[in-house]
């Protein structure tokens, strides 16, 4: 079993729909949770980061941590063709140096 | 743009062969991280190494080997090539030792031929 675990879709939404993106995980020493945005062939780039469980909110996305489900949520509103991307989750300890990423999910915003 | 460099973009070499990927963090960055991204196996963690000192090894192979310069750019020796070597290396930056916001680069394609 991978210690992270991510749908890889593809998920293609209409413009304007919220998305919903999600990723569980088995190792409860889990502390910092992060999302990662990747356009094709690019470097990811971080979008939410977030420390224990809770919600987080930025612009149009949100982030949930549920660390009693080991379960992260990602929420996309008024999704855009420019959201089209592959959305990575991951995760790393207390005083742990190794980030684990889920594979990611590839998300389609369809105009 | 991450502000963090690599070098080269694409590389193109074949079995057998030496290569050495180049990566600059961002400016004030202490930590630089190494990833491999391949399509069966997603973004794999290989190495990370902290002011130069080695911090946390992923799953590196030994045909693998870092380091990480007084000037803080990094470099990842890719030796003994193999044509399941051929990937997306990512280079990552952050502030922290550790558990903080990495910030990646633009990649180097590898193709072994």
């Known amino acids: 079993q991978k210690e992270v675990e991510q749908d890889p879709g593809p998920l293609s939404v209409p413009e304007g729909a919220i998305v919903s993106l999600n990723c569980t995980y088995s190792?409860?020493?889990?502390?910092?949770f992060m999302w990662y945005r990747q356009y094709s062939r690019k470097g990811p780039e971080l979008l939410m980061y977030?420390?224990?469980?809770g919600n987080k909110e930025d612009g149009r996305f949100t982030a949930q941590v549920d660390k009693s489900s080991k379960y992260i949520s990602l929420f996309i509103r008024d999704s855009q063709p420019s959201d089209s991307a592959t959305y990575l989750c991951a995760m790393e300890n207390t005083g742990g140096f190794k980030t684990i990423f889920g594979a990611g999910t590839r998300l389609f915003v369809k105009a | 743009d991450s502000g963090v460099t690599q070098t080269p973009k694409h590389l193109i070499t074949a079995t057998g062969q030496r290569v050495t990927l180049r990566c600059s963090p961002r400016s004030g960055d202490l930590s630089v991280y190494w990833y491999q991204q391949s399509l069966d196996q997603g973004l794999q963690f290989l190495i990370q190494?902290?002011?130069?000192?080695?911090?946390a090894k992923g799953n590196i192979l030994e045909r693998f080997s870092a380091q990480q310069f007084p000037d803080l750019h990094s470099e990842l020796n890719l030796s003994s090539l193999e044509l399941g070597d051929s990937a997306l290396y990512f280079c990552a930056s952050s502030v922290v030792e550790g558990a903080g916001e990495q910030f990646f680069g633009p990649g180097t394609r590898l193709t072994v031929l």
């Open positions: 190494y902290y002011n130069g000192e080695e911090r």
């Open positions: 190792n409860s020493a889990f502390q910092y």
């Open positions: 977030t420390y224990s469980s």
